[in-house]
Structures are given as C-alpha cells and as structure tokens.
C-alpha cells in the first residue's frame, strides 16, 4: 500500500466538485485517473495557467523514457533529463518547473490524462489550440489533443510544431479512514 502520508492523505471526501479549483492543490480538479498499472488511483489536478507556443521538442530523437500513456511523471521526468543539443523537451522542462500553492511537483500530463481532461474539463482549456502530451508516439512525433473538436481523436503531432503545455499533478486516493 501507498503512503498516502507524505502526499497529503486526501480522500474522496476532500476533493471538490469536478472542473472547481481545488484550493491548496494548485489547479482544478478533473477527477480520478483509474489505476490502470496495479497502483492506487489518483486524484487528477490541472493548473490554471499554461505555455502557449512551446515545441515538444527532441525532433529525430528515441526518447524511450516517454512512453507511459497512463501517468506523465515518469515521462517528463525522463524528458527534463535527457538533451537534444538546442532541441530541449520545451513543454516538459515548462511543466516541471511550474509552482503553484506550494506544489512543485507538477509535470507534462500524459496522453490518458489528457483524456480525462478532455472528457471532465474541457472548458478549462483553449478550444482553437493543441495541447501537448507527455507521451511519444515516434522518433518524430508526440501525442497531443485538441479541445475544440470533439471528433478529432489524440492525434500524433510533429515535435516542432508550437502548441500548448498544461502542467498536471496527482496525487494518490486514501482509502477512507487512512487519511
């Protein structure tokens, strides 16, 4: 079992209403990304402020460390850390240097969360833009969404197109009564 301790303890009685902004956790509440992996659901929580105009970056690179399509921690930190020369991970280095309510634990949300996002608050993001992903698709590409079209599935972008970058974090549901 998680402990669930050192991330807060927070149960389902503490969230807010899905799409309200979560006071103390540093953005608004887009539900719980079901566990997918064999490890404990997570509260999805998505910062109100974003980069607009930022490559994903590495164009022509394997970046085998980025191919978790359920949770974007492990992808951007693998992003963060690895150099492409003067093609750094733009979008992932914005997300896991973003601060808010005291959280820096922040990174790029993955293809899935991005879904969630999608599918619980898409009013939250601009419509007439891409919003990047931490996941690769290819050496040349990388899994992005549009928010405006609902037909439009997660496509795979080239990694030098300019889009936008929504930092996320989660954090780990407690069972009730263990908080």
Same mark, same amino acid.
């Given at each position: 079992?998680?402990?669930?301790? &050192?991330?807060?303890?927070?149960?389902?009685?503490?969230? /807010? =209403?899905?799409?309200?902004?979560?006071?103390?956790?540093?953005? !608004?509440?887009?539900? @719980?990304?079901?566990?997918?992996?064999? &490890? =404990? /659901? +997570?509260?999805?929580?998505?910062?109100?402020?974003?980069?607009?105009?930022?490559?994903?970056?590495?164009?022509?690179?394997?970046?085998?460390?980025?191919?978790?399509?359920?949770?974007?921690?492990?992808?951007? =930190?693998?992003? &963060?850390?690895?150099?492409?020369?003067?093609?750094? *991970?733009?979008?992932?280095?914005?997300?896991?240097?973003?601060?808010?309510? %005291? *959280?820096?634990?922040?990174?790029? /949300?993955?293809?899935?969360?991005?879904?969630?996002? !999608?599918?619980?608050?898409?009013?939250?993001?601009?419509?007439?833009?891409?919003?990047?992903?931490?996941? =690769?698709?290819? +050496?040349?590409?990388?899994?992005?969404?549009? !928010?405006?079209?609902?037909?439009? #599935?997660? #496509?795979?972008? #080239?990694? *030098?197109?300019? %889009?936008?970058?929504? /930092?996320?974090?989660? @954090? #780990?549901?407690?069972?009730?009564?263990?908080?």
């Amino acid at each position: 079992m998680i402990d669930t301790t &050192t991330r807060g303890g927070l149960t389902l009685a503490d969230a /807010p =209403q899905v799409g309200q902004y979560w006071e103390g956790q540093g953005g !608004f509440y887009a539900g @719980i990304i079901p566990d997918y992996v064999g &490890t =404990q /659901p +997570r509260f999805l929580i998505f910062a109100a402020d974003e980069a607009i105009d930022v490559e994903w970056g590495g164009l022509g690179s394997d970046d085998g460390g980025a191919l978790d399509t359920d949770n974007g921690s492990p992808n951007t =930190q693998s992003l &963060t850390e690895c150099r492409h020369g003067k093609d750094p *991970h733009e979008a992932a280095q914005y997300a896991s240097s973003y601060e808010k309510d %005291g *959280h820096r634990d922040f990174y790029l /949300p993955s293809r899935r969360e991005l879904d969630v996002a !999608f599918q619980t608050i898409p009013d939250k993001f601009d419509p007439s833009d891409w919003y990047w992903s931490s996941t =690769q698709q290819s +050496r040349l590409g990388a899994y992005g969404r549009d !928010f405006g079209d609902q037909s439009v #599935p997660v #496509p795979s972008l #080239p990694k *030098h197109i300019k %889009g936008r970058a929504r /930092p996320a974090r989660s @954090i #780990p549901v407690a069972e009730e009564g263990t908080a």
